[in-house]
Nanobody, 121 residues
Framework: QVQLVESGGGLVQPGGSLRLSCAAS????????MGWYRQAPGKERELVAE???????NYADSVKGRFTISRDNAKNTAYLQMNSLKAEDTAVYYC???????????????WGQGTQVTVSS
């Protein structure tokens, strides 16, 4: 019932920037923590950044100082601002959200479909 839709991916040159968005939609739910993951060809999916409902953030060492995660609770949307992009950042980026389902009073985990980010000259 709850869906996450990512947008903002694309092709960018090294040193460039992109801003990813993740919008959660549905009914009778609350969003707790949200995060961004990525998966490069031949590699496992890894955590890039996460943000709690309290606003606390956590980043992978490889992106610290370059990426910034934020959220707009009124819009149920999370963002990932990516600056100083490197070729190594090329991957499919996935949004993830921990949600609370009011109907069942239980937490659940939801994934978006992913958006491609390619950093190349």
């Amino acid at each position: 019932q709850v869906q996450l839709v990512e947008s903002g991916g694309g092709l960018v040159q090294p040193g460039g920037s992109l801003r990813l968005s993740c919008a959660a939609s549905g009914t009778f739910f609350r969003v707790n923590a949200m995060g961004w993951y990525r998966q490069a060809p031949g590699k496992e999916r890894e955590l890039v950044a996460e943000i709690t409902s309290r606003g606390s953030t956590n980043y992978a060492d490889s992106v610290k100082g370059r990426f910034t995660i934020s959220r707009d609770n009124a819009k149920n949307t999370a963002y990932l601002q990516m600056n100083s992009l490197k070729a190594e950042d090329t991957a499919v980026y996935y949004c993830n959200a921990d949600i609370f389902r009011v109907a069942t009073m239980r937490s659940d985990n939801v994934w978006g479909q992913g958006t491609q980010v390619t950093v190349s000259s």
